[in-house]
């Protein structure tokens, strides 16, 4: 294990999901997941279904190189995204965040397969995992504490309140079990 040699854009397959590095190309097919209001309701920018806030988040994922577009296994469309992000070599961690799924994807099987996927590539390199979440994001709270993440601290990011939570690699073994 070593985390300087984080590879922050695989491909990962599951029996649900596949993920792999989003590319420009993805932008209309990401849009179309992205456009329902209903997906940003209760996250700090609510506004992200309009085009013009959306391509700058679009934009920001394409550059920090760790983005991916989810794809449903089944019918191969693009449902969403998540990306790795502030990797700390030092404390031997990295964020997973900006994750959202099309409304039709959630209940918890596809977002859970999700992230256990790029918790089991990020544990190959890393000693913790951590998640920022909008701190009135009662959604995606509910969903990474089913998958065993601890509350860890609160913070303003970008002027917005969010929580964070962390999953520490002695935990792969039971994070295997939710599969």
Known sequence: MNASQFVLNPTLVGKLVSIRPLCTDDFDNLYECASDPKIWE??????RYEKPIFQ????DAIN???AFAIIDIQS???IGSSRYYNLDVIKEQITIGYTFLSRKYWGGIYNRELKL?????AFSFVESVQ??????NKRSRRAIEKIGASLNDELALDGKDH????IKRSQLK???SLK
Do not use: R, T, W
């Not at 209760?42 to 506004?47: E, G, T």
């Not at 700058?56 to 934009?59: A, E, L």
């Not at 998640?131 to 009135?136: D, L, P, R, T, V």
């Open 42 to 47: 209760q996250h700090p920018q609510k506004n």
């Open 56 to 59: 700058k988040f679009f934009d």
């Open 64 to 66: 920090s190189k760790g």
């Open 76 to 78: 191969s469309e693009i």
């Open 117 to 121: 996927l790029m918790l089991e590539h």
């Open 131 to 136: 998640f920022e979440i909008g701190s009135y």
């Open 163 to 166: 929580v964070i939570y962390i």
């Open 174 to 176: 039971e994070l295997a």
